[in-house]
C-alpha cells in the first residue's frame, strides 16, 4: 500500500483487534500485518506503549514449556477505541470528499 500507516492509525487498529478479545502477540501482529504493511519491530512498542498509558493490559500464560505474552483491552482502551472510531469516520468523510469531488461513496 502506498498510504503511510501513522501512529494513531496503528494504535486505532491494535485497540480494534484486542477488542474482539485478548490475544498473544504474535497473533495480534499477524491479524495487524494481514491489512496493514508493518513489521513486528513497529509493533511491540506500540503494545508496550498503550499498556503503559493504561489503554491494555499485559499477562503471561505458560505454553508449550514457556511464556506468552497476551494483552487484552482495557475499560480505558475500549473508551479511546470509540474515540479512534469517531475520528477515523470524520477523517475518512474529509478525505473520500476530495478524493471524490464531494461526491459520497
Known amino acids: 500500500m502506498i498510504f503511510q500507516t501513522g501512529a494513531a492509525l496503528l494504535e486505532a487498529c491494535v485497540l480494534a483487534v484486542l477488542s474482539r ?6 497473533v ?9 504493511d508493518v ?5 511491540y512498542p506500540v503494545l508496550r506503549r498503550l499498556q503503559k498509558d493504561g489503554l491494555l493490559s ?19 482502551g475500549a473508551d479511546a477505541l470509540q474515540s479512534y472510531r469517531r ?19
Do not use: C
Open 58 to 76: 499485559a499477562f503471561d500464560r505458560p505454553f508449550s514449556g514457556r511464556n506468552r505474552r497476551y494483552y487484552a483491552l482495557t475499560e480505558t
Open 87 to 105: 475520528e477515523w469516520a470524520a477523517y475518512k468523510k474529509s478525505i473520500n470528499q476530495i478524493l471524490h469531488g464531494g461526491v459520497e461513496e
Open 28 to 36: 495480534l501482529t499477524q491479524d495487524i500485518k494481514s491489512v496493514i
Open 39 to 43: 513489521s513486528e519491530s513497529t509493533l
Open 21 to 26: 478479545g485478548e490475544t498473544y502477540g504474535y
